[in-house]
């Protein structure tokens, strides 16, 4: 038995620190992608500026603004038994992670728009030794040109350059919340506004994670492309209808059966929302996803099914919300056969399941039944308990980085072949 847990998890936003009702405005602003914040409110204000409002819309220029913030974040996760006597000699530990990180927003008129972001990671007390995800020395985070124009057809936004990716539920395409480094990508991407709904088209690499003072880079091996509709959803008023393609080609990706070039192709439909019922509020989430492509010398074909339902009592204190969060990932049913069944979560949330990281989203059943509470609007605690079983023992149970933590066919493993590796340690 392991026991993993996520005993803090405490970001603090440079406009975060808002403490009258005129620091308010600026402060409800912080967003998990700060380039997504608008300031240009402040320009219009009829009173002087308060607190961090002095760092935002900054007039460079009468045609040039600059808004400026950054963020710290600090995570303790308490592990016992971590590898789940897969190797010995790992009794547990206590992980401590910082992240630091500083952006400037430059706006050029209405139309250009130049992003940058620096970042900084620091681990400390992980066993054997920190994971490549969770410490870097001060890197390039972000850096990107966008260009808008609102006058043309569709409202096109084109953004060049390095970038952090995300739609939707991420479930293929994330940030990585679960460990320290953020994951970003050199990328171009094209936002069209057809009608309610968002049409973007991108394609990039992702950059690895290597040791040195900026020195992070594309990553030559991999390349990722897609599609992404996001539209409003027939079903619920206060919700939405997604649809994606997901591109990728790794020229060294490695399954229970081996390592070799992987070609997939991943076609996913989510569909999210919320409505009134009795005197609380029901909502859902529900996502389906097919793969198909070539791995080797075999061909590929994967799915996953993922669900999150949920009420919130309204008139109960602390509006309690229980959920039930359900996911399906395929497994391989022949390691010795060259085709794969195996579902790849492409470049997925470790915290996904939980936010002990321990698992990967590959041949997997997983229940999690959970409460939350808000004793406060700008506070949530969350109770929970995930249920993991394996669903084809032909294939392997996989920790992070696809790393096996349970090879194919086996429900233990014997002393002889445990691994000197961590299954924790992958990337």
Known sequence: MAILLSASNLSIAATACAQTKAQDAAGEQIRIFRWTEDYSYIEEMNRPRAGFEHLKWIPVDPNIRLNLGGQYRLRVDSFHNPSFDL??????????????????????????????????????????????????????????????????????????????????????????????????????????????????????????LEDGWFSGSADNTEAIWGIYLQSPSPFSAAGGLDLAYIGRRDKDESWAQGTGLERRHTFSVRAFGQAPLATGMFDYDVQGGVQTGTFGDGDIF??????????????????????????????????????????????????????????????????????????????????????????????????????????????????????????????
């Open 87 to 208: 190797v010995s000699g790992q009794d547990g530990f206590t992980s401590v992670t910082h992240r630091f990180l500083a952006h400037a927003d430059l706006h050029v008129g209405d139309n250009i728009r130049i992003f940058t972001e620096l970042g900084f990671y620091v681990e400390d007390g992980r066993e054997p030794g920190a994971r490549p995800v969770d410490e870097s020395a001060p890197d390039l985070q972000q850096a990107f040109v966008e260009l808008r124009n609102d006058a043309l057809p569709f409202s096109p936004m084109l953004r060049l350059g390095r970038q952090e990716i995300v739609f939707g539920a991420p479930r293929f395409l994330s940030l990585r919340e679960g460990a320290n480094t953020r994951r970003r990508f050199d990328a171009v991407r094209l936002d069209l506004n057809i009608e309610n709904s968002t049409l973007t088209v991108f394609a990039g690499r992702p950059i690895e």
């Open 302 to 427: 994967a799915w996953g099914l993922s669900a999150e339902i949920g009420y919130r009592f309204a008139e109960i204190p602390w509006t309690p919300r229980f959920a039930l969060r359900a996911n399906v990932m395929s497994g391989d049913d022949d390691p010795d056969d060259p085709d794969l069944g195996t579902l790849n979560a492409l470049y997925p949330n470790l915290a996904y399941f939980t936010d002990a990281t321990a698992f990967a989203r590959a041949n997997m059943i997983d229940i999690h039944p959970m409460i939350e509470f808000r004793p406060h609007e700008s506070l949530t605690f969350e109770v929970g308990a995930d249920f993991l079983f394996r669903l084809r023992e032909e294939d392997a149970v996989y920790g992070p980085g696809y790393v096996p933590l349970v090879p194919a066919g086996q429900g233990a493993v014997a002393k002889s072949r445990r691994s000197p590796k961590s299954p924790l340690s992958g990337t």
